[in-house]
């Protein structure tokens, strides 16, 4: 069963519609604070990807983009063989995914400690940094994602 407070209202869910977009926000904020780590340029896939997440966001796009967006990302990241840009494009493709379902704003989370984990970086620092950037965003989202990754990702 789907955590309610990552429910969409009109779905009988806890989360409104500005909150929903303010974690897409902070999906793409992440997903695009990974792209540093990068030694190959990002993908023109990726790239459209992203600016479709960036204008669901704004309300400038609807869902149907987004998903299609997302989907087109996960298809492209099967062709990829280097483990660090795989890590990257799942990430864009779970960020870009959080139009559809909200929960989906944690994927970024969960492959970018993965990507910097294996790249030999501390990836708890790389937590505090995605929780900061929430914290920016919009601080009452905090505990509920903080809950969100303690019961689903297992992490402390």
Request: hydrophobic content about 45%; overall charge positive.
């Amino acid at each position: 069963m789907r955590d309610p407070a990552f429910k969409a209202k009109h779905r009988g869910g806890l989360l409104s519609d500005a909150d929903h977009r303010l974690l897409m926000q902070w999906a793409l904020a992440m997903t695009e604070h990974l792209a540093l780590y990068l030694t190959v340029p990002v993908d023109p896939v990726l790239i459209d990807a992203l600016e479709v997440g960036k204008q669901w966001s704004e309300g400038r796009v609807g869902t149907g983009a987004a998903m299609q967006a997302s989907r087109a990302v996960h298809k492209y990241a099967q062709s990829i063989a280097d483990p660090v840009n795989k890590l990257f494009c799942r990430s864009v493709g779970h960020a870009v995914a959080t139009a559809h379902m909200a929960d989906h704003s944690l994927g970024p989370v969960y492959y970018g400690t993965k990507l910097v984990k294996l790249l030999g970086f501390d990836d708890k620092q790389e937590l505090a940094w995605q929780l900061a950037k929430l914290q920016e965003l919009r601080p009452s989202l905090i505990p509920i994602v903080e809950q969100a990754l303690e019961k689903k990702l297992r992490l402390q």
